[in-house]
Structures are given as C-alpha cells and as structure tokens.
C-alpha cells in the first residue's frame, strides 16, 4: 500500500461523501460541438443544462472576447430524425439558425464585437409550419442560397418524407417557396457544394438499411440535381461526410475495405488515400458531423479512432503520409480547418470532458481557448483504463474500466466495491475514456465502473460492429455478463454487488441481461426498451426499420422479437430495477416503461419509477438531471442497505419493505 493510500479513511463503498454533486455535473455538463472560424472569428454551439437545456452559437473575437449571439428564448435544436444535428452556420456575414421552438429557419446578421446578442433582428426564411424540419446547411456562395435537409411531417405525408431544398435568402420561403433539389430517397445528408458552384454532392440511402450499414454518394451538376450519378457506396458500403478540396475534388468516408478510410473522386477514379485499420468516421446518429477539413489542397486535418481512443492526424494527398499530432485528448469530434495552419475541435480527455481546442499545425501547438468547466481535484477523478476480456464463441469484448476513486477515502481491505457496467445507447455507438461528470458520481461515491463497448460498438471496423446483426439481446448481454465475471474474477468488484445501467438501447440490454443472464443484482433503465415488438411498431421513421438488422425481419421474426423482449419473462426478473422516462420521448415511448414498471409491480419485486413531462428522449435540463441522478443513487443505498450520509431525497420504491 502506497503512504497516500494509507492516508485515506477506509469507509463503506457507495457511502462515500463526494464533492461531485448534482449541481457539479450539471456545471460541467456544458455541451459543445461544431467549432468553425469564419473571418478571423471562432464560433461553436453551446447547449447549457443550467438553462433548461437551451442550446445557443458562441463567438470568440480575436482579441478572446466571448459573446452569445442568441439570446433566451431561442434555441438551436434540430428535430430531423428526432435526433437533429448541426442546425446553425455562419456564413455571407449572417448566421442561420433553426429555432427549436417552431423549428423554423432564421437568418441574422453577424452583430459587431460588444454587442449584446440582438435575436430581435433574426428574421425567418421557412414558413410557420413546425411540420417542417431542416438541418446540415450549405451555403452557396455563387449562387446566394441555402441548401439543407429538409422532413417534412405535413399530415398528408406519412412516414414524413425527406429530401434536399433550396430555402430563399429574402424570405419567400416563408410562403412555401422551398424548391425541391432532389427526393426520392427515404433519408438524405451532406448537401455539398463544390468551391466553383458547379456541381452538388450528397448522401442518401434507404430503409432498411441505417446510414452506417449502407449508403450512396451522389454527385450532379448543381443546376440540375436530378441528374446525379451515384459514385459510391450500396447496401453494404457507408458513406460519410463528403467535402470538396478547394482545388474542386471530391473527398469522402468509406468502409468499402471493412475500416472507415478516406478516398477521393479524381479523374472518374476512387483513390483511396491512405488504407489502415482505422475509423476515420463514427455513426451518422446527428447529421453535419466532421472528421475531417482541408488545410490546403493537399493537406487534410483528420481524427480517427485505433484501440479505443481518438487520434489526430495531417494527411498529405500527394505523399499519401500521415502524421500524428500528439496530444492528449482521447476523444475528438466536430473538426473543422482554417487554412492554411489552424484546425480547431472538441477534445475530451480523461481529465477534461470537452474542450474547444485550436491546434496550430505548423508548430504542432495545442491550445484550450475554451476550456471545460469543472473544479475537480486530480486525486477525485478515477483514471480509466481500456480493456478486453473474453466472451462468448471464442470472442473477446472491450470495455473501459473506472476504480472507486476519492481523495479522502478508500476501499476497505475487507471489501471489495460494488460495479456498475454502463451500455452505451445507440446500440451502434461506443464509449471512449474521457472525463465524464455522470461516471465520477459514481465512483468518487466508492463504485467501480465498467462502460462496456460490446459487440456491435464502433470504432474497431465493421466486422466487429456487424457482429451484432441479428443478435441484439444476446452478444450485448453476454459481453456485459462477461465484463462483470471478468472484473469479479480479477478482484476488482463485489460479484455480489452488480449493477447494470443504460439509456435508450442501453436500456434495452440491462432490461434483457437483468432478465435473461442472471449475473446483476440490480439495475437503472433510462428511457429503454422492454418490448421490442412494440419498438417495431411505435418508433419515427429514422429508426422504422433498424432492428430489421439487429434482430430480424418484422413481423417474419415475430417469434424472435418476442423471444428477446424482457416484458414477457417477468417470472425471470427477480432483482430490483429503477426507470426513469422522459413522457414527451417520441423515440422509445413511455407506454415501453410503463409496460415494465407494472409487471415488476405484479412480480412484488421493488421497482421505482420516475418520469419528467417537460422531457423527451434524452435529459437536457438540470433539474430533472439532478433529480434522476439523486433517484438512482437513493435506490441503490437502498436496495443494498448502505448507509446514505448525503440525506438523499427519498423516492417511493414500490415492494420495498
């Protein structure tokens, strides 16, 4: 034992008195995406739980200066696939935004540096119909409009439909004056117009397929968009982020090779431009999404992920070399380049949880201009620690694992701490090591933690991302069961103190390995599946057809679907479970936890259940984040009887004696 350790108190595990509260993480919960500098000035997105969740643009003068540009009550919010995505940019000294209110798209210009946000002055440019939804904006110079994504819920359209419009820059759009570029397609990304206005690039693809599993590129002239030839990409090749160097060639994403790599369109022929065993793109869950930018014509600034971490790297086209800028940030989004030396995005860091960075190529400098809230000593935050661990049919998972961390206290010799494993959403997602407020909560409290990147995660090729298809409730259930064994094995948690929590998806497989793997002694569903029959059934268009892929045709597997769902083996959940749900989610319905919540009622086994109105699919506000977090913390002192120092809120748990 070290001599800091033997300083530490010995105390109870997941008695611990934390300095991360609720209020803590709500501070440091500041959401930032999609960095861009226009003009000598740095903007980024900034959604804010301490204001309801309301999401405004920043700017950074040069002199370091910060302003909002929106002021209370607009919000820049999407609701295209319900998930959105980028749904503002700064372009022809205006900023374009979509308000989350109406869902209208506003126009106003840039004000000059000391002025108060002045949202007075937006004006719209999409007619007042919230039926219409719009995203990821081009704006096209030579040609003065704006491009973007367009679905349209109008009640005569069922499932909405989706396409690529022009919306007029002087405000007749708002007169239903949207001209349609191009439909057909069931979903459409990336409108791209190249440097000479010439030609127009995008994405679509097609249910069944989601946008990771099967996409084309589309290229045409831009005057006549319905003249377009598909360049690449199918139903089993996915296409991201197509972008146009200056010089007027088209780049783009591909897993043609069964790894995300970038590839370029010259001369009527695909270049790949540099082949490795590497994901240079991550799931179009959000459209606009950026992994790449140009510093010149031949120099590309590129993140990628390799061994559950995020890289950055400058490709040169012409040499085919790529250098890797260290750094220490571990996940990496929203890239974006101001030629020729400059690239900025958010980094994340097991110390930091979303940074906005500028890097400055030619020196290889990193600078934080803006740096991630948050007051937490070193000695408080628990360092993960990636690792692998065998699972079923000879396989092996990956997982990030989280000690019970606190600067005062420490694990009894005695003891061994009770774990948490952590499924992320999605379920096509993953988990990266990055200081994450909502992970220390538990473990400066004395649990451990596992986030667990079961089969099916991305970031390790498609191979390992496939492995999922039609097995969604087993593979993930296993490999979190396996997590557990594992950790339990190595002495590094209470076999007797398993806890398995998720959101969405994630909330799917607790309910299924609760149900099915007998390994967890409790669990936290939020806003998760418990019938997936009903998900078929009741869910938006985006994600009508997903579980075509991960568990099979519907209702031809109608036996399967039912086989899965956790709602109809009631007699084989026998240990406590808590649910959270938001009553205004449209992406997994509150008729799913309700459905749960009463069998284990009927079961007499202690469930709780905690809703929010003012929420949908996803918590956004600070409130009800504290709320949920204090709930979750309430139930698990409660169901293994340990001592609550905080005085926590107390909930009803129902069957509890």
């Given at each position: 034992m070290s001599k800091h350790a033997a300083t530490k108190i010995p105390a109870p595990c997941g008695s611990w008195?934390?300095?991360?509260?609720?209020?803590?993480?709500t501070a440091g919960s500041i959401g930032r995406d999609h960095p861009c500098m226009v003009a000598g000035h740095l903007y980024w997105q900034e959604s804010r739980p301490e204001e309801q969740g309301r999401t405004t643009v920043v700017v950074r003068y040069p002199d370091g200066a910060c302003a909002d540009l929106l002021a209370a009550p607009f919000s820049v919010q999407s609701k295209v696939h319900e998930y959105g995505g980028r749904a503002w940019l700064v372009a022809g000294g205006s900023l374009f935004f979509v308000d989350k209110a109406d869902q209208r798209v506003y126009r106003m210009p840039l004000p000059d540096q000391g002025s108060a946000p002045f949202s007075a002055a937006a004006s719209p440019l999409t007619p007042p119909d919230a039926a219409l939804r719009f995203a990821d904006f081009c704006f096209d110079g030579h040609g003065q409009r704006l491009l973007a994504v367009c679905e349209d819920h109008s009640a005569e359209h069922e499932p909405p439909r989706n396409y690529l419009v022009v919306i007029p820059l002087d405000g007749s759009g708002c007169a239903d004056n949207l001209e349609i570029l191009t439909q057909g397609s069931d979903f459409y990304a990336y409108p791209r117009i190249s440097p000479d206005g010439a030609e127009l690039c995008w994405i679509a693809w097609n249910q069944p397929q989601m946008p990771w599993d099967g996409s084309e590129l589309h290229c045409a002239p831009s005057a006549r968009p319905h003249a377009s030839t598909v360049i690449a990409g199918g139903v089993s090749e996915a296409i991201f982020q197509p972008e146009w160097s200056p010089n007027g060639i088209l780049h783009f994403v591909?897993?043609?090779?069964?790894?995300?790599?970038?590839?370029?369109?010259?001369?009527?022929?695909?270049?790949?431009?540099?082949?490795?065993?590497?994901?240079?793109?991550?799931?179009?869950?959000?459209?606009?999404?950026?992994t790449y930018d140009f510093l010149s014509e031949s120099r590309i600034a590129c993140t990628y992920t390799r061994q559950g971490r995020w890289h950055l790297g400058v490709l040169d086209t012409d040499a085919g070399?790529?250098?890797?800028?260290?750094?220490?940030?571990?996940?990496?989004?929203?890239?974006?380049?101001?030629?020729?030396?400059?690239?900025?995005?958010?980094?994340?860091?097991?110390?930091?949880?979303?940074?906005?960075?500028?890097?400055?190529?030619?020196?290889?400098?990193?600078?934080?201009?803006?740096?991630?809230?948050?007051?937490?000593?070193?000695?408080?935050?628990?360092?993960?620690?990636?690792?692998?661990?065998?699972?079923?049919?000879?396989?092996?998972?990956?997982?990030?694992?989280?000690?019970?961390?606190?600067?005062?206290?420490?694990?009894?010799?005695?003891?061994?701490?009770?774990?948490?494993?952590?499924?992320?959403?999605?379920?096509?997602?993953?988990?990266?090591?990055?200081?994450?407020y909502k992970l220390q909560y538990w473990t400066s409290r004395g649990f451990a933690v596992l986030d667990v990147n079961y089969r099916g995660s991305t970031g390790y090729g498609r191979r390992y991302r496939e492995k999922l298809n039609g097995n969604w409730g087993v593979v993930d259930v296993e490999d979190a069961a396996a997590g557990a064994r594992y950790l339990a094995g190595q002495g590094l948690a209470d076999a007797g103190r398993t806890i398995i929590r998720g959101s969405s998806a994630g909330g799917f497989t607790v309910l299924a390995a609760l149900t099915f793997s007998g390994v967890f002694r409790a669990g936290a569903s939020l806003y998760g599946i418990g019938d997936l029959e009903a998900l078929a059934r009741d869910t938006h268009k985006f994600e009508a057809r997903y579980l075509d892929t991960l568990v099979g045709d519907y209702p031809a597997q109608k036996a399967r679907y039912q086989a899965r769902s956790p709602i109809h083996f009631p007699e084989q959940l026998d240990c406590p479970v808590i649910f959270f749900q938001g009553l205004e989610d449209k992406v997994v319905p509150p008729s799913q936890a309700q459905a749960m919540v009463a069998a284990l009622q009927k079961k007499a086994i202690p469930v709780a259940y905690v809703t929010f109105a003012d929420e949908g699919h996803?918590?956004?506000?600070?409130?009800?984040?504290?709320?949920?977090l204090e709930a979750e913390l309430y139930f698990y002192r409660r169901i293994f009887s340990i001592e609550d120092r905080e005085h926590l809120p107390k909930i009803p748990i129902d069957n509890m004696p």
């Open positions: 008195e934390s300095p991360i509260s609720p209020a803590a993480i591909s897993d043609r090779t069964g790894w995300w790599n970038l590839y370029r369109y010259h001369k009527g022929e695909i270049q790949p431009l540099r082949v490795m065993e590497a994901e240079f793109a991550t799931p179009l869950w959000a459209l606009g999404m950026s070399s790529l250098h890797e800028i260290p750094n220490d940030f571990t996940q990496i989004h929203g890239l974006s380049c101001a030629q020729p030396h400059h690239v900025f995005f958010i980094g994340a860091s097991p110390l930091c949880s979303g940074d906005v960075v500028c890097v400055d190529t030619a020196r290889e400098t990193l600078e934080s201009v803006v740096v991630s809230q948050g007051e937490l000593a070193p000695a408080d935050i628990s360092q993960p620690q990636n690792i692998t661990f065998d699972t079923t049919d000879g396989d092996i998972a990956h997982g990030i694992y989280y000690p019970p961390t606190n600067a005062a206290y420490r694990v009894p010799d005695t003891e061994k701490p009770p774990l948490i494993v952590v499924c992320h959403g999605g379920p096509t997602g993953a988990n990266y090591p990055v200081l994450n996803g918590f956004r506000k600070a409130a009800n984040i504290r709320v949920a």
